[in-house]
């Protein structure tokens, strides 16, 4: 299990998304920590991304590159984690495309 202090808004982690529904990212995949570090710190779960090479760009899918492939942020699947499901840190993303990210987060809910 990862330690809670050790994650951080921007790492991307390997994360076991099942059982899912319907049409939810399903398996284990790659996605982005949004959750403020100052949450991460102290909460046993973290609001996530998932991380896709196989999307449409959508305005919701912030297009990223991440261990040499292209793919999407899909913001439209937020959601909440445990930590028990974080398998390892995979590395981060540019604070560029995290911040690109953070602005499509803030547009959608300001609605």
């Known amino acids: 299990m990862v330690a809670a202090e050790e994650v ?13 529904r ?10 982005v ?16 991304a998932p991380l896709t090479t196989g999307s449409y760009p959508y305005p919701f899918r912030v297009p990223c590159r991440f ?6 942020m ?5 959601g909440t984690v445990d930590r028990e499901r974080l398998v390892r840190r995979l590395g981060k993303l540019s604070s560029s495309t995290l911040g690109r990210a953070l ?6 809910f300001a609605q």
């Open 8 to 20: 951080q808004r921007g790492d991307v982690y390997l994360i076991r998304l099942d059982p899912a």
């Open 22 to 31: 319907g049409d939810e990212i399903q398996k284990t995949r790659p996605c």
């Open 33 to 48: 920590i949004l959750s403020p570090d100052e949450l991460n710190a102290y909460l046993r779960t973290f609001i996530v």
């Open 67 to 72: 261990q040499g492939r292209s793919g999407h």
């Open 74 to 78: 899909v913001l439209d699947q937020i």
């Open 103 to 108: 602005g499509v987060l803030q547009e959608m």
